[in-house]
């Protein structure tokens, strides 16, 4: 089984950086892993027991998850692990832990692990897809830093906007 734990310093707040890769409307603006994601229930971010559909984008196309959130604590930590299979993963659970490490800057900390089958074949499949996994990760992880670094201002107008509007739904 391979496993992983991977830290990237970002350009924004622990809770920016969340929200900028749980709801879904920023997400699609800027992960490169995915074509399409959405909750099922079509809540606008997960939730624990929430389940997901996540689109392959680009060479992965062809790869679609569905997976379940097991953990979900805005902003510090969400957790998932994959539902049924979805080649060439047999197992593939992940999290991400989010951390303040200066005024507007935090670390992300992404853990997962996974198998791949077809099992007789896994002693050399598995290198090659942590090889592409770890270096996609860090790819999609560098166009978050980007975006954050542009667009944390946004995110942050909008987490006000939706803080005020829950406070005059609740009056």
Not at 26 to 47: E, Q, Y
Not at 158 to 171: F, K, L, P
């Amino acid at each position: 089984m391979a496993h992983q734990r991977l830290e990237f310093s970002m350009p924004a707040s622990e809770a920016i950086v969340f929200d900028a890769f749980h709801h879904h409307h920023w997400r699609m603006r800027w992960d490169s892993l995915v074509s399409a994601t959405h909750v099922l229930g079509g809540a606008p971010c997960p939730f624990v027991g929430a389940v997901t559909e996540n689109a392959g984008a680009g060479a992965l196309r062809g790869l679609s998850m569905r997976t379940q959130f097991v953990s979900y604590e805005p902003p510090r930590v969400a957790a998932a692990t994959m539902l049924g299979r979805s080649f060439p993963f047999t197992r593939w659970a992940a999290s991400m832990r989010h951390r303040a490490i200066a005024p507007h800057q935090s670390l992300l900390i992404y853990t997962y692990s996974f198998a791949v089958g077809p099992a007789v074949l896994r002693w050399v499949l598995e290198p090659i897809v942590k090889v592409i996994f770890d270096w996609q990760t860090r790819r999609r992880f560098a166009r978050l830093r980007d975006f954050l670094s542009t667009h944390a201002d946004e995110v942050a107008l909008w987490q006000r906007n939706r803080a005020i509007d829950a406070v005059q739904q609740a009056s």
